[in-house]
């Protein structure tokens, strides 16, 4: 087993760096954000630092890339306080990983990638279409991390849409049958395999 300092690590190519750190985190859910500016355009990022903050309330966290890198998704949710939440499947991750260029403001991602975007009654944010499992969550909070001027954007789940033979009578949801991919790095995707459910844990 080779040891890698941080000090040699830091002294690494800048795209080097970044694929051997941010795949040390192991595989990720990876997933697009739906958004629409106040102007009306609709905006897809690509996200795979998605996490389950708590089930009551039922809330999910994400983080933001610096304004620089990403400004389009955050201004949109302060502007309208909505977003969904889209998972990328086997049938269209090629499409959606090209959410993960830089378009202007003024550009319909959905069109420029060739997805379609699905409106619902009362939820203001765009849906993913072609999604097998997606939801609606409202903004609580967004919490700058001063260090590498990040943002954990924290949401509150108001809908949920996905089939209903994918979730067990435990509520336990085989995302693995709906095609929920996963990422690793910057721009590998991976299918789940489920190995086996386990028992509740006790001492």
């Known amino acids: 087993m080779r040891y890698y300092s941080i000090d040699e690590i830091k002294n690494w190519e800048r795209f080097y760096r970044a694929n051997f750190?941010?795949?040390?985190?192991?595989?990720k859910p990876v997933s697009l954000v739906g958004t629409v500016s106040k102007e009306g355009v609709p905006n897809l990022s690509v996200v795979s630092s998605i996490v389950h903050l708590g089930a009551d309330p039922a809330l999910i966290g994400y983080i933001n890339r610096p304004l620089a890198a990403a400004p389009?998704?955050?201004?949109?949710?302060r502007d309208t306080g909505h977003y969904t939440v889209?998972?990328?499947?086997?049938?269209?991750?090629t499409k959606a990983h090209q959410c993960s260029a830089k378009y202007a403001p003024e550009v319909n991602e959905f069109e420029a990638v060739g997805l379609e975007s699905q409106f619902e009654e009362g939820i203001p944010a765009p849906f993913v279409l072609e999604?097998?499992?997606?939801?609606?969550?409202?903004?609580?909070?967004?919490?700058p991390i001063?260090?590498?001027?990040?943002?954990?954007?924290?949401?509150?789940?108001?809908?949920?849409?996905?089939?209903?033979?994918?979730?067990?009578?435990?509520?336990?949801?085989?995302?693995?049958n709906?095609?929920?991919?996963?990422?690793?790095?910057?721009?590998?995707?991976?299918?789940?395999?489920?190995?086996?459910?386990?028992?509740?844990?006790k001492p």
């Open 131 to 143: 999604s097998p499992v997606k939801y609606h969550l409202k903004l609580v909070e967004i919490v």
């Open 21 to 27: 750190i941010n795949c040390l985190t192991g595989f």
């Open 72 to 77: 389009d998704t955050i201004q949109n949710i």
């Open 178 to 201: 709906a095609g929920s991919m996963l990422s690793l790095g910057l721009d590998g995707y991976a299918n789940a395999a489920m190995v086996q459910r386990l028992p509740y844990a």
């Open 86 to 93: 889209n998972h990328i499947s086997d049938a269209f991750f």
């Open 146 to 176: 001063t260090h590498n001027q990040t943002f954990f954007v924290i949401g509150a789940l108001q809908a949920v849409f996905l089939s209903e033979s994918l979730v067990e009578t435990d509520g336990f949801i085989h995302l693995e």
